[in-house]
Every structure is written in structure tokens, then in C-alpha cells.
Nanobody
Framework: QVQLVESGGGLVQAGGSLRLSCATSGSIFGLNNMGWYRQAPGKQRELVASITSGGSTNYADSVKGRFTISRDTAKNTVYLEMNSLKPEVTAVYYC?????????????WGQGTQVTVSS
């Protein structure tokens, strides 16, 4: 089974920075795509950033230039560096991994980590 464990969330003032980590374990070979999503109270979960096994990245327009997703293949860990944080990014951030798992497409989620930005 695949497990994703997020860490690095917390409370930070506007303008500050945080780095989220997502450590993976289990049979992740084939799970080529990894990403970060967030869900604010009363809102739908939305994609923040994603990265493929080849290193191609994709960002939500609202975070371009401020957030950076990266991946350490040797450590099976994905990171989200968040700079110039604004209160509107306050949400629970979830790590996602998806791809071919046991001959079928599947996705896995972490338990989430709270990010709170105070004004």
C-alpha cells in the first residue's frame, strides 16, 4: 500500500514562507504524477501545483511565481516551497500521488496539513 505523509504546515504571518514536505512509502513506482492540493473551509479542493516524474511542473495561476514544487526521487519526497504568503492561501494542504498502480490508474492522498496565514 502507498502512504503519503505531509508535514511542514503551521501558522505564519502574511509575507512569510513555509515549506511543505510529502514523504511517500510503499510501491510508488509508476505513480508518475505528484502534486499539492488545498481545500479552504466551504470551498472545493483545488490543485496548487503538480510535478511529473520527468520534472515537468504545473501551477495554479494564483501561486505562480510564489510557490515552487520540487521532488527528491531518492528520498521519495515532494516539497512545496511557499513564499510571500497571503491570508487567502489559508487551507488544508493535501499531497496527491497518481499513476499506474497494480495495472490500473489510481490516486492516493495524504491526511493533509493545515496552513494558516495571519494578516
Amino acid at each position: 500500500q502507498v502512504q503519503l505523509v505531509e508535514s511542514g504546515g503551521g501558522l505564519v504571518q502574511a509575507g512569510g514562507s513555509l515549506r511543505l514536505s510529502c514523504a511517500t512509502s510503499g510501491s510508488i513506482f509508476g505513480l508518475n504524477n505528484m502534486g499539492w492540493y488545498r481545500q479552504a473551509p466551504g470551498k472545493q479542493r483545488e490543485l496548487v501545483a503538480s510535478i511529473t516524474s520527468g520534472g515537468s511542473t504545473n501551477y495554479a495561476d494564483s501561486v505562480k511565481g510564489r510557490f515552487t514544487i520540487s521532488r527528491d526521487t531518492a528520498k521519495n519526497t515532494v516539497y512545496l516551497e511557499m513564499n510571500s504568503l497571503k491570508p487567502e492561501v489559508t487551507a488544508v494542504y493535501y499531497c496527491n500521488a497518481n499513476g499506474i498502480y497494480r495495472l490500473a490508474w489510481k490516486e492516493f492522498w495524504g491526511q493533509g496539513t493545515q496552513v494558516t496565514v495571519s494578516s
